[in-house]
């Protein structure tokens, strides 16, 4: 089946690009899928995949597992005619997701934007419309955590993979927002600035930079009151959480 969309940004979907919506419920399909998605750079020896996913089970036990949870996979994805390259590939020893089948992944476009963004020469990048579009079009592929609410009971070996996956992304999401809502400010576009910017204090709720661009923003549009609302916010958590008082910049 061609023309994948796959979506980890929040919780799992997939799509086809015709047919719509695939369903996929079964927790370690999930799992195994988007391990492979995301370290699609390589083949995954079956050994290594079965103490992922399935670390207490007898050896016998996990292996049929395994051939059980890929069926259900090559099911649900379809399968290739043949001019189309397949999406998964596997043999006796190792599994892998196929880099070059048709497909698009929310988490690889989200960073090639940013890669874009930073291969762009321009003197300041919050005054570059170019690169405005991209950290939108970023932004708007955010539909929450990468694989929201999804865990894996007794695998910690992948709850640590997956942990690594959402921080590192975090870091990158902020980034994004941080940058989308200085560009939004300096184009005079208010509203969505201050959209961005507590879509910000949603992953940074301790981040006085944050905090200082949402009550600029406001401030800018006339909403005083607001902003002072915002100030309270975080003079409050940074005391409740850290033990500080808002810095001078941010006071």
């Known amino acids: 089946m061609a023309g994948l ?7 799992l979907h997939i799509e086809h690009r015709q047919l719509g919506a695939i369903p996929l419920t ?3 399909a999930i799992g195994l899928l988007t391990y492979l998605l995301i370290e699609s750079d390589h083949a995954h020896s079956r ?4 103490g992922l996913l399935w670390p207490d089970l007898p050896t016998a036990a996990a292996q ?3 051939r059980v949870t890929w069926a259900q996979l ?3 994805l379809g399968t290739s005619s043949a001019d189309e390259q397949p999406h998964l590939l596997g043999d006796r020893l190792s599994l892998r997701f196929n880099p070059l089948s048709d497909y698009e992944l929310d988490v ?6 940013i890669a874009a963004c930073r291969r762009h020469s321009h003197p300041d990048p919050h005054d570059c419309a170019e690169c405005g579009a991209r950290l939108r079009e970023a932004a708007d592929l955010v539909r929450g955590d990468f694989l929201a ?6 695998c910690m070996q992948f709850d640590e993979w997956l942990l690594m996956q959402r921080q590192q992304l975090q870091v990158e999401i902020t980034a994004v927002l941080e940058h989308l809502a200085a560009f939004q400010e300096r184009a005079g576009q208010l509203v969505e600035a201050e959209r961005t910017a507590r879509r910000l204090l949603e992953y940074d709720s301790l981040s006085e930079a944050a905090y200082r661009q949402l009550m600029r923003v406001l401030s800018r549009g006339d909403q005083r009151s607001a902003a002072l609302d915002v100030y309270e916010t975080c003079r409050h958590l940074l005391a409740a959480e850290l033990g500080l008082a808002p810095t001078v910049e941010t006071v």
């Open 26 to 28: 079964n927790r370690k």
């Open 64 to 66: 049929n597992n395994l």
């Open 74 to 76: 090559q099911k649900v």
């Open 47 to 50: 050994d290594f995949l079965l």
């Open 149 to 154: 609410q999804f865990s894996l009971a007794n």
């Open 108 to 113: 690889t476009r989200f960073r090639a934007l």
């Open 5 to 11: 969309i796959f979506s980890l940004l929040g919780q």
